[in-house]
């Protein structure tokens, strides 16, 4: 057990690590970028989640003596737009969507009929 435990320890210090949250109530797409632009990985984070992504070196990394940081983490919603992101993210950081310090934070609600509201109605509010 004891072995296991070291050899997971060691493989995961030749890896760059960030924790991913999803702190907002939106679907999101989280793009992760090395120091260059180029764009390493893209997760689908729901509501209330977080993820603990790993870069390793053994597909994408051709000299594991490179380093991809600072990263830059972006979350999308799903039309597309952007919805926050860090510019500058060192290894091992734990990165929130609504804490992004750049980006409007929020979706736009897609209404599936594309009907217009009725402007002549008040929305119901319980006392």
């Known amino acids: 057990m004891m072995k296991w435990f070291s050899l997971l320890f060691s493989l995961s210090l030749f890896g760059q690590t960030l924790r991913l949250f999803n702190d907002s ?3 999101l797409h989280c793009t992760i970028y090395s120091w ?3 764009q390493l990985q893209t ?3 729901g509501p209330w989640v977080t993820l ?3 870069l390793g070196y ?3 990394q051709p000299n594991p003596t490179w380093t991809t940081t600072p990263f830059r983490v972006s979350f999308f919603c799903d039309t597309g ?3 926050g992101a860090w510019p500058s993210v060192p290894t091992g950081a734990f990165v929130n ?3 992004s310090p750049e980006g409007p934070k929020g979706c736009k609600i897609k ?3 594309n009907e217009q509201p009725n402007q002549n109605t008040r929305p119901f509010i319980e006392y």
Do not use: H, R, S
Request: glycine share 12%.
């Open 97 to 99: 969507a609504m804490g």
């Open 25 to 27: 109530a939106f679907d």
């Open 111 to 113: 209404n599936p009929k």
């Open 81 to 83: 737009e952007l919805f």
């Open 36 to 38: 260059d632009g180029t």
């Open 52 to 54: 603990v992504w790993e």
């Open 58 to 60: 053994a597909g994408n």
């Open 43 to 45: 997760l689908d984070i």
